[in-house]
């Protein structure tokens, strides 16, 4: 499958903005979708994940709250509707694909397919 972000900018501190990651290939449906960023000098970090039917959510503590995954498995779209956001969330913003959602859902090497990523620029 390829993944293919967008929907990222530049906003301000407490703006919403809405990523969409649209995938390639009629198997979408059967995967588990999740969302990592990596801000500038540090790791890849693991922020949202959805089940193959959108059954099942995770979110990292840092987003619980604020950010809420979705999926339209007729479009083979998944989306990160992303609130309040702080000047910490700045990063580049990858989705990603994998079989089946465990319990090691939030480690990056876990995950088969990356998308390119998308920017999010969030000024204080």
């Known amino acids: 499958v390829q993944l293919q972000a967008s929907g990222g900018g530049l906003v301000q501190a407490g703006d919403s903005l809405r990523l969409s990651c649209a995938a390639s290939?009629?198997?979408?449906?059967?995967?588990?979708m999740g969302w990592f960023r990596q801000a500038p000098g540090k790791e890849r970090e693991f922020v949202a994940v959805?089940?193959?039917?959108?059954?099942?959510?995770f979110y990292s503590d840092s987003v619980k709250g604020r950010f809420t995954i979705s999926r339209d498995n007729a479009k083979n779209t998944v989306h990160l509707q992303m609130n309040s956001l702080k000047p910490e969330d700045t990063a580049v913003y990858y989705c990603?694909?994998?079989?089946?959602?465990?319990?090691?859902?939030?480690?990056?090497?876990?995950?088969?397919?990356w998308g390119q990523g998308t920017l999010v620029t969030v000024s204080s």
């Open positions: 990603a694909a994998r079989d089946r959602l465990n319990s090691d859902y939030d480690m990056i090497l876990a995950y088969d397919y």
């Open positions: 290939g009629r198997t979408f449906s059967s995967y588990t």
């Open positions: 959805i089940s193959w039917n959108g059954g099942s959510t």
